[in-house]
């Protein structure tokens, strides 16, 4: 198992922003992918942005969020600029162990409010 632990969320208005953190642990972690998604009340789980030798996001979140992970610390982060009311969810990260955009292990979900 690859423990991981969200934090950062809040309450924020609208055009504000916060930081994501997601820690890890486990030997193998910087080798992992990893992913953050995000569940608004009544949808389904969404892909938000993943890190591998490169990263990637949602159309939705292209140009105001940025994905980084600093190795030495186990951790990735999730920048949210911008953020509107839609961006309003529980956020989770994920491990990825083979890269291959299957990921095995999920964080327990953190909540992001945006206000208008």
């Known amino acids: 198992q690859v423990p991981l632990v969200e934090s950062g969320g809040g309450l924020v208005q609208a055009g504000g922003s916060l930081r994501l953190s997601c820690a890890a642990s486990g030997r193998t972690f910087s080798r992992y992918a990893m992913g953050w998604f995000r569940q608004a009340p009544g949808k389904e789980r969404e892909f938000v942005a993943a890190?591998?030798?490169?990263?990637y996001y949602a159309d939705s979140v292209k140009g105001r969020f940025t994905i980084s992970r600093d190795t030495a610390k186990n951790t990735v982060y999730l920048q949210m600029n911008s953020l509107k009311p839609e961006d309003t969810a529980v956020y989770y990260c994920?491990?990825?162990?083979?890269?291959?955009?299957?990921?095995?292990?999920w964080g327990q979900g953190t909540q992001v409010t945006v206000s208008s």
């Open positions: 994920a491990a990825d162990p083979e890269s291959d955009f299957v990921y095995d292990y």
């Open positions: 890190i591998t030798w490169t990263t």
